[in-house]
């Protein structure tokens, strides 16, 4: 059975900096797309970054130049680094594998952000 398991999220003003971890138990997670979505209540989930099995990188515009994602094949992980957060980032955080017809999530990690 595949699971993603997300950490790394918490509480922290704005301003500050998070990276969330994913973990995921794929037997060829290099091929896959690894996404992070977020979803505030009330919300409908969206897409934060994604990055592909060659490695490139896809960003929505309001985090552009403040997030970056990143893959480490041999630990089967994805990674995202948040700086100069904002409340408006306040959200639960989830990873996704994304390989063909198939789509895994993890769980999520809550990232809340003060003003």
């Known amino acids: 059975q595949v699971q993603l398991v997300e950490s790394g999220g918490g509480l922290v003003q704005a301003g500050g900096s998070l990276r969330l971890s994913c973990q995921a138990s794929?037997?060829?997670?290099?091929?896959?797309?690894m996404g992070w979505y977020r979803q505030a209540p009330g919300k409908q989930r969206e897409l934060v970054a994604n990055?592909?099995?060659?490695?490139?990188?896809n960003y929505r515009d309001s985090v552009k130049g403040r997030f970056t994602i990143s893959r480490d094949n041999a630990k089967n992980s994805v990674y995202l680094q948040m700086n100069s957060l904002k409340p408006e980032d306040t959200a639960v955080y989830y990873c996704q594998a994304h390989w063909y017809n198939y789509d895994y999530w993890g769980q999520g990690t809550q990232v809340f952000v003060s003003s």
């Open positions: 990055i592909a099995s060659g490695g490139n990188t």
């Open positions: 794929l037997t060829i997670f290099s091929t896959y797309t």
